[in-house]
């Protein structure tokens, strides 16, 4: 998903429904919330200075997104962990994807009931996956999906059910995932490890990032 500065906003699947009009909340908070679901249902936060506050109100009503106020510990503890924020001259603001698990930590801190996700169209993958355990030309792959995943430690030694960090879009950060099968001219076929119902992608040996030395993070 692209977000402001570019031109392809993507829209979010629900209208703000915890914003408070700033003149309302007195004091300015500490730090303040912006989140919800995009269209593809994909959760996205980010914490933002509270003294920007009405800033970020008309961020969240631009954007169709919710707004928190981290007024008890428990919302400043969550804020911490989101990352931070921005708003563009535009008037829109950075908001990033974050995990499954904070954002339904953050769903019920603040006690917004979660959006559902919107219904996908049905298509046929451009390339139609070889079958489970066979790489390019064929040959089995004792690292196929379904196999227990591993983090390669080097780009050359990256295969079927490797976990890697490719990069979503402008502005939107590396996040893990997992070979799915090769394709030709040193390209790999991958899903997202945390959004597996996105689909499958493409990304080039040279567009991929190797996890961090040592991670075990969703490997198992």
Avoid at 101 to 106: G, N, S, V
Avoid at 197 to 220: H, I, N, Q, V
Wanted: overall charge neutral.
């Amino acid at each position: 998903m692209h977000l402001d500065p570019s031109p392809a906003v993507a829209a979010f699947a629900a209208p703000p429904a915890l914003v408070t009009p700033a003149a309302q909340v007195g004091a300015a908070p500490s730090a303040v919330i912006l989140f919800g679901r995009d269209e593809q249902g994909r959760p996205h936060a980010s914490r933002f200075d509270g003294s920007n506050l009405a800033g970020v109100e008309a961020a969240a009503r631009l954007m169709g997104l919710h707004l928190g106020v981290a007024d008890t510990a428990a919302l400043r503890d969550l804020a911490n962990r989101f990352p931070a924020g921005r708003l563009f001259p535009s008037g829109k603001g950075f908001v990033p994807f974050v995990k499954a698990d904070l954002y339904a930590r953050l769903l019920a801190a603040t006690g917004t009931p979660d959006t559902p996700m919107p219904g996908k169209a049905a298509g046929k993958p451009a390339d139609a996956p070889p079958p489970t355990g066979a790489g390019s030309g064929g040959k089995g792959s004792p690292d196929a999906p379904g196999g227990a995943p591993k983090a390669p430690n080097d780009w050359a030694a990256i295969g079927i059910g490797s976990t890697v960090l490719a990069c979503q879009g402008p502005m939107e950060g590396w996040w893990e995932a997992v070979v799915l099968y090769t394709k030709a001219n040193d390209a790999f076929v991958l899903r997202w490890r945390d959004f597996p119902d996105d689909g499958e992608f493409t990304r080039a040996r040279k567009d991929l990032a190797l996890m961090p030395p040592g991670s075990r993070e969703g490997l198992g």
